[in-house]
């Protein structure tokens, strides 16, 4: 694919997946008020020594569980753990603009409020978590704990031993796309259901919400795709739906298709040629294709359409592939 194409591509797949609220709507979202501040923890334990370490403690309790012994953290305090060091020393270097940081994560919750209005903004906490990419964004009853050092760039010296899927989007640009994500897993509740079309169905709502909550997002971030790989799935969705279909797999409930099709992977298993072409977990794309063409074409309150299973919407959506 040249070069001109693939920007073409990629613009168009924003415009179809993306779900642009009207410019009222947004002006109701900006005139919300959030009067939260971002904690950059991580900063005020790299300039602590070990004196301070009682007040640390009474100050961020949640990060200083009782299981751990003070002489790991007066170790860490004294300079003494080689690898928090290196965490320390990267997260400095990278020189982080956490006013637009808070800035982003603050228009996030304006949108979750808009739609979910008895939620509750929280601080935002930045911490190291050894990156634990896993769990990059974590929101609590009392604040929405953000690990730090998971947004260095994908390419970063500390990420060399992650597989490459895995670190393809631990960018500083994902961050909105990541506290949605977190935001919407509040909201949507997890499908008991074993078939492939629950599963589609349920990420396709997780992600609906996500963009909801993050609508300047771009669908690789939504996704968690690269953006080449985001590209061949919106230009192969068609051809992606008909193997579905042709294998009769929406009602099959055998676990492995959660591997192939749903979950994070280097790949998405169609045992065919293009397979390395495909992102992990192309099943959570069509889902939300679902989702959306769900919303587009029934006149539902977004709480109605998190309620319904996962059958009632697909057949009420109207679903057909882009191409």
């Not at 924003?14 to 008020?33: D, F, L, M, R, Y």
């Not at 982080?96 to 996030?108: G, L, T, W």
């Not at 996500?210 to 985001?230: I, M, R, V, W």
């Not at 040629?273 to 959306?292: A, L």
Request: hydrophobic share 40%.
């Amino acid at each position: 694919m040249n070069l001109i194409k693939f920007f073409i591509i990629l613009a168009f797949a924003k415009a179809i997946t993306s779900c642009t609220p009207t410019h009222k709507v947004e002006e109701e979202i900006a005139n919300i008020q959030v009067d939260v501040d971002l904690i950059t923890f991580h900063k005020e334990f790299a300039s602590a020594n070990a004196a301070d370490l009682p007040n640390l403690k009474e100050k961020f309790p949640l990060f200083f569980p009782p299981r751990v012994p003070d002489s790991m953290w007066i170790s860490k305090l004294m300079g003494k753990d080689t690898i928090h060091n290196a965490l320390e020393n990267a997260v400095r270097d990278a020189d982080f603009n956490y006013q637009e940081m808070e800035r982003q994560m603050k228009d996030v919750m304006r949108h979750v409020i808009y739609y979910f209005p008895e939620f509750e903004a929280t601080p935002m906490v930045t911490v190291l978590s050894d990156v634990n990419y896993r769990q990059k964004v974590i929101p609590t009853a009392s604040q929405l704990i953000i690990s730090i050092d998971t947004y260095l760039g994908k390419d970063h010296e500390l990420y060399g031993g992650i597989n490459k899927y895995q670190r393809e989007n631990l960018n500083r640009e994902q961050l909105p796309a990541d506290v949605a994500l977190a935001y919407a897993r509040l909201f949507v509740n997890p499908s008991m259901e074993r078939a492939l079309l629950d599963n589609m169905i349920y990420h396709g709502k997780l992600h609906y919400v996500q963009e909801l909550f993050a609508p300047k997002a771009t669908g690789d971030q939504l996704l968690n795709y690269s953006p080449e790989k985001y590209v061949f799935t919106v230009e192969n969705e068609s051809q992606m739906w008909r193997y579905f279909i042709d294998n009769e797999m929406l009602y099959d409930t055998d676990s492995k298709l959660l591997s192939r099709f749903i979950l994070p992977a280097p790949f998405s298993k169609f045992y065919l040629e293009v397979d390395q072409q495909t992102p992990g977990g192309v099943g959570r794309y069509i889902g939300y294709r679902m989702v959306k063409s769900f919303m587009e074409n029934n006149q539902v309150d977004l709480e109605t359409m998190i309620d319904l299973n996962a059958e009632e919407i697909f057949k009420r959506s109207k679903y057909k592939p882009l191409q």
